[in-house]
């Protein structure tokens, strides 16, 4: 079955240190990978996406994320860390063996940068 | 672009009433969907539309019905609340080939059913 983990409910960094946000993910076939973020009482914005090619993948904000395929993980990281940076962020898989469009998502990381 | 709009924000309801959650987008997009938020749980899908005319169960139909009225609307009904349905609810759109691409979401809207 697939499933998405996020294994740390909260992640604090001081700030100007690099963060790391971790995700793995089960599926049976390829993956297609997606980090959002949720600002307080907002909806979600995408950060960037894993389809195929290159394993580092930069998205928005000066966010990166890195697939690996032997880890089954696709980590978010970013070198500097800003307060701004604080949300929740979740990580979303779809199977490429999987008919349908459903995204399965993690529970959610909640980043706590602090000045 | 407004992108993805819900409404309304807000919602109180008490057991057994019954009302329906707009969305709407104006990116040209196919697929549409429904979530709901709850703390801990990450987002579940209530059910989604691929395209205009079809529309899907996701993980947690039970209690909601959908219409896809065209392809810019997308609504969700809950025809008798339950506190169990207390929850943050986001509608998101996706473009033409809707397993590639980003979602989009809305505001979102907070229900209470007490």
């Known amino acids: 079955a697939q499933s998405v983990a996020q294994p740390e409910d909260q992640v604090n960094v001081a700030e100007g240190n690099p963060l790391t946000v971790k995700c793995t993910y089960s599926v049976s076939g390829n993956p297609y990978l997606f980090w959002y973020v949720q600002y307080p009482n907002r909806g979600l914005q995408f950060l960037l996406k894993?389809?195929?090619?290159d394993n580092l993948v930069k998205g928005s904000y000066g966010f990166e994320a890195e697939f690996n395929k032997s880890q089954t993980s696709f980590h978010l990281k970013k070198p500097s860390a800003l307060v701004s940076d604080s949300a929740l962020y979740f990580c979303a898989v779809r199977d490429t063996m999987d008919s349908n469009y459903q995204l399965i998502w993690g529970a959610g990381t909640k980043l706590i940068i602090k000045p | 672009n407004a992108g993805v709009t819900q409404t309304p924000k807000f919602q109180v309801l008490k057991t057994g009433q019954s009302m329906t959650l707009q969305c709407a987008q104006d990116?040209?997009?196919?697929?549409m969907y429904w979530y709901r938020q709850d703390p801990g749980m990450g987002l579940r899908l209530i059910y989604y539309s691929a395209s205009e005319g079809t529309t899907d169960k996701g993980e947690v139909p039970n209690g909601y019905n959908v219409s896809r009225l065209n392809k810019r609307e997308f609504s969700l009904r809950l025809e008798s609340a339950a506190p169990s349905q207390t929850s943050v609810y986001f509608c998101a759109s996706s473009g033409p080939t809707g397993s590639l691409n980003e979602q989009f979401f809305g505001p979102g809207t907070r229900l209470t059913v007490l």
């Open positions: 894993y389809i195929t090619g």
């Open positions: 990116m040209n997009h196919n697929s």
